[in-house]
T-cell receptor
């Protein structure tokens, strides 16, 4: 069975500083990997996805993530954050064609001036 | 702007009421999903529809009844809910079940 671990429940960061959100997964088969962002009182927005191919994935709003199969990780990075990046970020894994997404517990990013 | 539209945005109901949540997408997606999200928690999958047929029911109590009238619409019928059912209910859709899911903004449900 698949599982997803987001190692940090909250990450405080100053505006214009870089940020990295960590995500590790466990699965015995090939997986699809996703990062979603949830702003207050909104649904989830897809930031980026890894389905196959290049292990460095670029997404929206300047975010990127790297799939590392040997370390079973899919960490999210942004070189310079804005106040508007304050939100909850979820890593998610799907290991089958049934569409069952397993979410991590989430990481709250708080950007301050 | 979200391409998955959920109505209503907010719903308050008593434990004996019957209500329905509605979800609509016009992206031609053939898979649709219902999730439940409690505060400060990740979404939990409830149901998956693929090509208008129910393919996954994650052992959801029968007081929640999903319906997919056509490929663009997904309903969730609610009856005799409990206070612990208060949550944000999210709908999502994807081209196929293995493809990225697009979420609506949800219906915030409160059970009195």
């Amino acid at each position: 069975a698949q599982s997803v671990t987001q190692l940090d429940s909250q990450v405080p960061v100053f505006e214009e500083a870089p940020v990295e959100l960590r995500c590790n997964y466990s699965s015995s088969v090939s997986v699809y990997l996703f990062w979603y962002v949830q702003y207050p009182n909104q649904g989830l927005q897809l930031l980026l996805k890894y389905l196959s191919g290049s292990t460095l994935v670029k997404g929206i709003n300047g975010f990127e993530a790297e799939f590392n199969k040997s370390q079973t990780s899919f960490h999210l990075r942004k070189p310079s954050v804005h106040i508007s990046d304050t939100a909850e970020y979820f890593c998610a894994v799907s290991e089958d064609s049934w569409g069952k997404l397993q979410f991590g517990a989430g990481t709250q990013v708080v950007v301050t001036p | 702007d979200t391409e998955v539209t959920q109505t209503p945005k907010h719903l308050v109901m008593g434990m004996t009421n019957k209500k329905s949540l509605k979800c609509e997408q016009h992206m031609g997606h053939r898979a649709m999903y219902w999730y439940k999200q409690k505060a400060k928690k990740p979404p939990e999958l409830m149901f998956v529809y693929s090509y208008e047929k129910l393919s996954i029911n994650e052992s959801v109590p029968s007081r929640f009844s999903p319906e997919c009238p056509n490929s663009s619409l997904l309903n969730l019928h609610l009856h005799a809910l409990q206070p612990e059912d208060s949550a944000l209910y999210l709908c999502a859709s994807s081209q196929e079940r293995s493809q990225p899911q697009h979420f609506g903004d949800g219906t915030r449900l409160s059970i009195l």
